[in-house]
T-cell receptor, first 114, second 113 residues
Framework: AQSVTQPDIHITVSEGASLELRCNYS??????LFWYVQSPGQGLQLLLK??????LVQGIKGFEAEFKRSQSSFNLRKPSVHWSDAAEYFC????????????FGTGTRLKVLA | ETGVTQTPRHLVMGMTNKKSLKCEQH?????MYWYKQSAKKPLELMFV???????ENNSVPSRFSPECPNSSHLFLHLHTLQPEDSALYLC????????????FGEGSRLTVL
């Protein structure tokens, strides 16, 4: 069965430091992978997505993610974090063919220290 | 402006009340979704509609009743809810099944007293 694991529930980084949020997935075929961000009291906003091709994908707000098939991972990175990046981040796997069931991880809450 | 609008943003209701959540998407998408987001739990898919037809019902209790009159509008009718139903209810839409990303509204925060 499909699953998504985000091992880190909370992460704290200093402003200007680099960031990596981990995501591991379980999927029988080539997955469609997504990262979303959710600010308090808001809905989820798409940061980036991977469907095929180049395994390093660029997203909005200076984020990027790398798909590593051998490790079943899709980690999110940012070279220099800004205070406004404090939010909750969700990794997701797209639905298997013929369904609409996107699978979301439990999220990683990012805190940024000034 | 996210393209997906949810109303109301906040709702407080008693266990015997009947209320409805509304979602409207302005993106021309074909599929619409209801998700439930509770603290410390993954997003739970509740219902999916594609071209107004319900395609997924994720074992949701009958006290939640969805309605999709057209591809742009989605409702979630609520009646005799329980306190554990208090959560953020998120509406989303997508253009294509399988590969399309989800576009979310800002959510309706529901509190059941």
């Amino acid at each position: 069965a499909q699953s998504v694991t985000q091992p880190d529930i909370h992460i704290t980084v200093s402003e200007g430091a680099s960031l990596e949020l981990r995501c591991n997935y379980s999927y029988g075929a080539t997955p469609y992978l997504f990262w979303y961000v959710q600010s308090p009291g808001q809905g989820l906003q798409l940061l980036l997505k991977y469907f095929s091709g180049d395994t390093l994908v660029q997203g909005i707000k200076g984020f990027e993610a790398e798909f590593k098939r051998s490790q079943s991972s899709f980690n999110l990175r940012k070279p220099s974090v800004h205070w406004s990046d404090a939010a909750e981040y969700f990794c997701a796997v797209g639905p298997t063919s013929g369904t609409y069931k996107y699978i979301f991880g439990t999220g990683t809450r990012l805190k940024v220290l000034a | 402006e996210t393209g997906v609008t949810q109303t109301p943003r906040h709702l407080v209701m008693g266990m015997t009340n009947k209320k409805s959540l509304k979602c409207e998407q302005h993106l021309g998408h074909n599929a619409m979704y209801w998700y439930k987001q509770s603290a410390k739990k993954p997003l739970e898919l509740m219902f999916v509609y594609n071209f107004k037809e319900q395609t997924e019902n994720n074992s949701v209790p009958s006290r939640f009743s969805p309605e999709c009159p057209n591809s742009s509008h989605l409702f979630l009718h609520l009646h005799t809810l329980q306190p554990e139903d208090s959560a953020l209810y998120l509406c989303a839409s997508s253009q294509q099944r399988d590969t399309g990303e989800l576009f979310f509204g800002e959510g309706s925060r529901l509190t059941v007293l």
